[in-house]
């Protein structure tokens, strides 16, 4: 048809005068039909819009609302957060931040992705933020005081029961309650507990390796200190019958004194103590200073400063932290055996460590290295490193026994034999025994200070120089017999 009315230019003829009647019967039927399948077209889409309105849409239909592509995906504006994720890492930092590490809290609550979008999670920084401006810096730091505790006792009757080993434990060591009560006085007056890292570091800069001061703070008002304890072997001769002296390791029954009688790793991860009661009982629980310590820090986590604990000291003559690991005592219990011991307390300093405990040399065989050579100083700290290094680990920390310093007041250095052995054995941090609030030396390649002994020789003689700490009358355990034998009546710890 189209063939018959489109002429070519050159056979074109001068078109007549179509009739209204004559165009339509042409042209009608093409035009309807594209009527007709617009119509179609229009009706199919409809049909098809209110059969995906009845039966939902797919996440990737393009004729979605607004004619944006849905997806279950997360975007870059609209994360999905998992909010159990979110609550665990509001736990987390709630942790650090009770130690004054805002910081810390801030840091790790950045970490999780899209953590903007989060109201829980910027709530916190915030808060977090707050707290940190307020926090001010300890401008004392050669003033931070250092109180040390032997072992506890738990049951004063068996401790204090007229026999050899009474006088000793009435002059050098606290009771359960009296150490209980120390904490809370001390938590009431605004004391905080650090670590001697906060306290002191090396540092290596343009002017070589040095010692320098640490930055602690903390809120107005509140007064850093430092803690330790002696012995934490639970020697033969508290927990048993026998001395230890011997080649045949002494473990703990009901003839012991009244003590803990070894550290484990409790049902919660943490570390706590064994103790056999005077009918013969296991008992697990806080029976010294580590779980006594652990639970109040626990209970009053403003109290530790970034997660500080205390300062463990053990020597090597017996064994370590009631295992008795001693090498000569391998024959006697058996190879298998043995090796269950050293065993179990390798894996009890691993806890202590890995719960912010810090492990420390308190010598081999206890000896006053203030008093012997340098070669002796030399042996001693050897066997120390074989028998107890090999099972705690690294340490530069040496507890003086008997607070029996290598050097006077005059500053460490290489000019001294005792210390150049104690430095190339890997001691950077020494602490000695002194009656002062505080004193504390820091050279280049060391810092050493002084420790106060909270005991009962302490207490019942000098109770003025621990006001600072707490009220002596107070926390002074009745069932202690008085008054405390004088310091002769038994040997120094």
């Keep these: 048809m189209a063939g018959n009315y489109l002429d070519s230019s050159k056979n074109r003829r001068k078109p007549r005068k179509k009739s209204s009647k004559h165009f339509f019967s042409r042209f009608f039927p093409a035009f309807a039909s594209v009527i007709l399948m617009g119509f179609c077209a229009f009706m199919l889409v409809l049909t098809v819009q209110t059969l995906r309105g009845t039966f939902g849409q797919t996440a990737t239909d393009p004729l979605s609302t607004g004619g944006e592509q849905l997806s279950s995906e997360p975007t870059e504006t609209t994360p999905v957060v998992d909010m159990e994720a979110v609550e665990a890492l509001l736990s987390e930092a709630e942790g650090l931040a009770g130690g004054y590490d805002y910081l810390g809290a801030i840091e790790l609550l950045q970490t999780l992705d899209g953590y903007e979008q989060v109201s829980e999670i910027t709530d916190a920084i915030d808060n977090y933020t707050q707290l940190d401006s307020e926090l001010i810096t300890y401008n004392k730091m050669d003033t931070v005081t250092h109180i040390f505790f032997h072992s506890l006792i738990v049951d004063t009757d068996r401790a204090f029961d007229g026999d050899y080993d009474e006088a000793g434990y009435n002059l050098y060591m606290a009771t359960v309650d009296e150490f209980e009560a120390i904490l809370q006085q001390m938590y009431d007056r605004g004391y905080i507990l650090v670590s001697p890292y906060d306290v002191a570091y090396e540092v290596t800069d343009e002017s070589g390796t040095h010692f320098v001061y640490g930055t602690i703070r903390i809120p107005e008002g509140k007064t850093p200190f430092m803690m330790s304890q002696d012995d934490v072997n639970y020697y033969s001769y508290m927990v048993g019958t026998g001395d230890g002296k011997n080649e045949t390791p002494i473990f703990a029954d009901a003839t012991g004194d009244g003590f ?106 206890h000896p006053a290295y203030g008093d012997i050579s340098a070669e002796r100083i030399a042996t001693d700290m050897e066997k120390w490193l074989t028998t107890v290094g090999s099972i705690i680990g690294d340490t530069d920390i040496l507890l003086y026994p008997y607070g029996s310093d290598i050097s006077g007041v005059a500053e460490y250095d290489f000019t001294n034999e005792k210390y150049t052995v104690l430095y190339e054995a890997g001691f950077r941090y020494f602490f000695n025994v002194d009656s002062k609030v505080y004193w504390c030396q820091l050279t280049e390649t060391s810092y050493r200070a002084a420790r106060r002994n909270i005991d009962g020789y302490r207490m019942w003689y000098y109770p003025e120089k621990l006001s600072d700490l707490f009220d002596v009358d107070s926390v002074f355990d009745a069932a202690r017999p008085t008054p405390v034998p004088d310091i002769t009546a038994a040997g120094g710890k």
């Excluded at 070894?262 to 005077?278: K, L, N």
């Excluded at 006594?292 to 604990?309: K, M, T, V």
């Excluded at 006697?332 to 179990?344: F, I, R």
């Design 260 to 365: 803990a009688s070894r550290i484990i790793i409790g049902e919660d991860g943490y570390p706590t103590c064994e103790y056999v009661d005077a009918d013969g009982n296991t008992l697990v629980g806080a029976y010294d200073l580590v779980p006594i310590l652990e639970n109040f820090i626990q209970e009053h986590p403003d109290f530790s400063y970034h997660g500080a604990r205390a300062i463990l000291g053990v020597t090597g003559y017996e064994g370590v932290f009631g295992y008795r690991t001693k090498p000569s005592y391998e024959e006697a219990l058996g190879s298998e055996a043995y090796a269950q011991e050293v065993e179990a307390a390798k894996e009890v300093a691993q806890c202590l460590k890995d719960h912010g405990w810090i492990l420390a040399s308190h010598t081999y065989g």
